[in-house]
């Protein structure tokens, strides 16, 4: 049976892990937490990066840093995980979902402009499958509008558009570090400031609404509640594991992307003879090999062909039902204009296994095995 997915061990997991149990100091900004940060803001030039316990609490965090209220609107795609509009949703807003381009799965930043209102706060972007939006278009709408951009780059960690890093380009960038992602700890995110004025505050929000940061670094002799905030601090051992991972990003972005390629050349026959559509990437963009996918005719050719994928041992999954067709997509938001790709492109949709330890030859495979069902 070929996984789904396997989160990946490379190699100095257990030892540093060990090596925090040596120094008995477990709770959060420690010796590792500092290791992670410092390489976020060494090799992406980001102001600040702080370790989160996910991305949904960085998405959370960007939501109070922003000082989002009721009927505050917040533009985001409807193609997304929940945690995109939760996050937004948990301070009062209402999110306005906008339909997203076909060849990237992104939010469509032509339509942007169109769905602002005087209530418009932000928009949230999502890098899916680690594959930039178009970034300068949205941040030159931000800024005649005076709106704030926060990346849910989630997916897009060691991904880049025109040479920066995604979640450096938006004021704030969430990572995740979960499992199913490209560096993992099990649960873990990160979120990066990259604009100075957000960071004191950041280190409120996160230590409980307290200037407890402050204090640990012996610049005040007391701290107490000064701001809302909550517990948004990953735990040593997570950062422990998370270093080993960052440590070897680039041989785990190679691995990934070599395997990325070997799907994309074993299906190019398929797209020639028009049987599918494979994922594109724009010029400039720098994918990390997060996902592949493929898109087939339809949604009954997609069930069917993850049951034929299942009978010979190859699990593939499909994501999003998108939110503004959810319950609670209906009751916190609508959709602005018309829904051309959200849906219909999401029913095409088909992911396959990618992970570390898939050898090359399974990829090989599972291609040969996709042949077979439509030739
Ligand atoms: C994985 C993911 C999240 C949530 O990340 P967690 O770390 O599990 O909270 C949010 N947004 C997107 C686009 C994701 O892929």
Redesign the pocket.
């Known amino acids: 049976m070929i996984k789904f997915n396997v989160p990946s061990v490379v190699g100095n997991e257990i030892n540093y892990i060990n090596k925090t149990i040596e120094t008995r100091c477990f709770s959060g900004d420690g010796y590792f937490t500092k290791k992670c940060t410092n390489w976020f803001e060494e090799e992406y030039l980001t102001y600040k990066a702080l370790l989160t316990p996910?991305?949904?609490?960085?998405?959370e965090m960007a939501a109070l840093l922003l000082d989002i209220n009721d009927g505050d609107e917040i533009i985001m795609p409807s193609y997304?995980?929940v945690?995109?509009a939760n996050a937004f949703v948990l301070r009062g807003a209402r999110i306005v979902f906008i339909d997203i381009r076909p060849d990237t799965m992104n939010i469509n930043e032509q339509l942007i402009v169109d769905a602002i209102t005087n209530k418009t706060k932000a928009i949230v972007v999502?890098?899916?499958a680690g594959v930039s939006c178009e970034m300068d278009v949205i941040m030159d709408i931000a800024r005649r509008y005076n709106l704030a951009v926060v990346e849910?780059a989630?997916?897009g960690v060691n991904s880049f558009y025109k040479g920066k890093a995604l979640g450096t380009i938006g004021h704030i960038g969430?990572?995740?570090?979960?499992e199913?992602?490209n560096y993992h700890c099990g649960?873990?995110?990160a979120i990066l400031l990259n604009d100075e004025k957000y960071i004191e505050r950041a280190e409120i929000i996160r230590e409980k609404g307290t200037d407890r940061s402050k204090f640990y670094r012996g610049q005040l002799d007391k701290y107490s509640w000064i701001d809302l905030g909550s517990s948004y601090l990953a735990s040593e051992l997570n950062a422990a594991f998370l270093y080993s991972q960052l440590e070897r990003a680039n041989e785990i972005n190679n691995i990934r992307l070599e395997r990325w390629n070997e799907y994309y050349k074993g299906l190019l026959p398929l797209m020639e003879l028009g049987k599918i559509h494979l994922p594109i990437i724009p010029k400039l963009i720098d994918h990390n090999a997060h996902m592949f996918y493929m898109k087939v005719k339809d949604i009954e050719e997609r069930s069917d062909l993850i049951n034929y994928l299942k009978e010979n041992d190859v699990m593939s999954v499909f994501h999003y039902i998108p939110l503004h067709t959810s319950d609670a997509g209906k009751k916190f938001g609508s959709f602005f204009g018309n829904d051309k790709y959200t849906t219909s492109e999401s029913e095409r949709l088909l992911r396959l296994p990618l992970y570390y330890d898939l050898e090359l030859n399974k990829v090989k495979w599972i291609c040969e095995l996709i042949i077979k069902y439509y030739l």
């Not at 996910?54 to 998405?59: D, G, R």
């Not at 969430?174 to 979960?178: A, D």
């Open positions: 996910s991305c949904t609490h960085s998405l997304t995980f945690s995109t999502v890098h899916y849910d989630a997916q969430c990572y995740s570090f979960h199913t992602k649960e873990g995110g």
